[in-house]
């Protein structure tokens, strides 16, 4: 009575439309984690590896090795580790390890030691987000311990990124010059990559001259505007995720009838209300109560009355709706992601997360063998 439709096919019309924009030279990444933005990590990566992806990006290795387990071959970077990581397994199964200190190379190092094989690092510059790299300053000290690394055969230096805070073109741009100090910096000391990146999907959309080797998307790959201001569908992006669910009973009640929890809706005639099995649990927000729509044969109506864990109830007036009648939370004819995520005073990222479990997963255009 729950469905969450995800249709691969509409991943690979986005990637499409990212490589067009970017061109042949750019390669890209496509961004899986947090299990691919609530798509469903292992069957979005095996379409991006049919789809010839030229890197696929993880936050923490756990996910990398999820997905190596499922058979996944293509390069995966994944670039938040644990402190206490020994990086054996990430090595042995050839991820490529973001850098963000002096401590993470040398425990990568001894890993590689460890087990005979080199290490393929990718150096995180921090050019002004405040989260993990290093700063230019200590680069520099970086990029020594890296050379030796490199001459005993521990490590190979595959890449140098950074990744920007997105406030505005000032300081962007202000992250794009630190980023080519880093790279003219990492140049001085002889240093060559495969891959200089610095954009994620809003970046990639709005500073084409910083798009240097490789681009790392994850929101546009799902269909979604980085921007918040539902324009996906003009960059070409076409939603991969619908949300629905089944009318599950309809009653007539009389004008006057308090609805849902704190009654914040009475009807103010005799109506007919219908029971929606959706609620915050299934990662219909709480706080979009008043503000969220949905679509019920074809038509919009408010969610008046609170939205509870389990469901919502709206009022669907002298319409005919019977249960089993469709609803549609967001996505396909519905509202967009973009819709329930200004209702919910959010962003469409969290919208599609945060999806709960109960909703029965529906791929199209899924791969062979990667339904489970
Ligand atoms: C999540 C993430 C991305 C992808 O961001 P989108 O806005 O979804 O394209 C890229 N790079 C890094 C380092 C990230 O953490």
Known sequence: MRKLTIDLNAVAVNLGTIRTLVGPTVKVLGVVKADAYGHGMVQVAKKLEAEGIDFLGTADLTEALTLRAAGIRSRILAWIHDPEDDFVASVNHDIDLAVSSNDQLFRIQKAAKAIGKSARIHIKVDTGLGRNGVTLSELEDLLKHIKVAVSEGTVITSGIFSHLSSTGPREDLEQIARFDEAL????EHGFEFEVRHLTASDGTLSY?????????????????????????KEFGLKPVMCAEAKVVQTKRVPSGSGVSYGYLYHTDRETTLALVPVGYAEGLPRNATGKAEVCINGKRYPILSRIAMDQFVVDVGDASVSPGDRVVIFGDCGPSADDLANAADTINYEIVTRIGSRLNRVYLGAVEGSQN
């Open 184 to 187: 003219a910096l990492a140049a």
């Open 208 to 232: 084409p001259q910083a798009r240097y080797d490789m681009v790392r998307c994850g929101i546009a790959l799902y269909g979604l505007s980085p921007f918040s201001d539902n324009k996906g």
